[in-house]
């Protein structure tokens, strides 16, 4: 069985562009998560979508937002990149919360 | 306060040795346990559950109080491989979010 997929593996942007992040959660998982991983620090969470809705987001401005698609696939985009959102972008996925959540290998998005 | 806390280390230690992390929760509605590890640049991955009776899986043991809300990972005879970051995880199952500790950080020393 297929695992969590991200795409792209590494992205490279320009301060002040877009970047848009996907996601594909192992087939029946219908919560998708996002988190942002800068090196060297903890996990923080970014948004929850579960059944096509977003159930929570974390403490991070508006320009970072996204969706989750009827098949349950998700994308983040950020707009008007800044340096400071260099990081590791993992996306998770689960069936329900006594089974864990599965991580796909994540993005790493570079803004310069 | 955080949700969960755990101390982030390092713990440097011998192979062979016996090495235990704690972590606590602060919600007391928190309904499941997670221990998970994560490599350098790499994702995290589920290492094990945990369960209120306690659990085992080859040499790693967790362990869950409630009454006292922490959850603790025992690795005996600490291999080289598991050098890591061990990072805690609670969810409350009703709002089925993922809450994760900022980890702790295990070296395994030769």
């Known amino acids: 069985e297929a695992g969590v997929t991200q795409s792209p593996t590494h992205l490279i942007k320009t301060r002040g562009q877009q970047a848009t992040l996907r996601c594909s959660p192992i087939?029946?998982?219908?919560?998708v998560y996002w988190y942002q991983q800068a090196l060297g620090l903890g996990l923080q969470f970014l948004l929850w979508y579960d059944e096509g809705e977003e159930r929570n987001r974390g403490n991070f401005p508006p320009r970072f937002s996204g969706r989750q698609f009827p098949n349950y696939s998700s994308e983040l985009n950020v707009n008007a990149l800044e340096l400071e959102d260099s990081a590791l972008y993992l996306c998770?996925?689960?069936?329900?919360?006594?089974?864990?959540?599965?991580f796909g290998q994540g993005t790493r998005l570079t803004v310069v | 306060r955080k949700e969960v806390e755990q101390d982030p280390g390092p713990f440097n230690v011998p192979e062979g040795a016996t090495v235990a992390f704690n972590c606590t929760y602060s919600n007391s509605a928190s309904q499941s346990f997670f221990w998970y590890r994560q490599d350098c640049r790499k994702e995290p991955k589920l290492l094990m559950s945990v369960y209120s009776s306690g659990n085992e899986d080859g040499r790693f043991t967790a362990q869950l109080n409630r009454a006292s809300q922490y959850i603790s990972l025992l690795i005996r005879d600490s291999k080289l491989s598991d050098s890591a970051t061990y990072l805690c995880?609670?969810?409350?199952?009703?709002?089925?979010?993922?809450?994760f500790g900022t980890g702790t950080s295990l070296t395994v020393i030769p």
């Open positions: 998770a996925s689960s069936l329900g919360g006594s089974t864990g959540a599965f």
């Open positions: 087939s029946g998982h219908t919560s």
């Open positions: 995880v609670v969810n409350r199952n009703t709002g089925n979010q993922f809450y």
